[in-house]
Nanobody
């Protein structure tokens, strides 16, 4: 089982940017895709984006609206989520996941593993 280690979260002012990283530790990432989710305490975990690991095809949730960019570096076994023009409503814990099966619209169907989450706080 691939262990995913996230980093890059923190406190940022509205309008700023962050790049979150998700590194596969100890193993070569061999799942079909990597996805990112986010969760606010007391609410459901929301899908953000998926990248197909081999082809690099990307999918985004409707709310993303060009502020989020998912990418991956196969050689580094690492996926990324770039978030620009951050808003207070982006405050959440962001999770990455190794995905075994992806639906046709890019949403994950089954998972191999999850990261521990990284906190993003957007506040002035």
């Amino acid at each position: 089982q691939v262990q995913l280690v996230e980093s890059g979260g923190g406190l940022v002012q509205p309008g700023g940017s962050l790049r979150l990283s998700c590194a596969a530790s100890g193993f070569t990432f061999n799942s079909a895709a990597m996805s990112w989710f986010r969760q606010v305490p007391g609410k459901e975990r929301d899908f953000v984006a998926t990248i197909m690991w081999g082809r690099g095809t990307v999918y985004y949730a409707d709310f993303v609206k060009d502020r989020f960019t998912i990418s991956r570096d196969i050689g580094k076994n690492t996926g990324y989520l770039q978030i620009d023009i951050l808003k207070p409503e982006d405050t959440a814990i962001y999770y990455c996941a190794a995905v075994r099966v992806v639906y046709g619209d890019g949403r994950p169907a089954t998972f191999d593993s999850w990261g521990q989450g990284t906190q993003v706080n957007v506040s002035s």
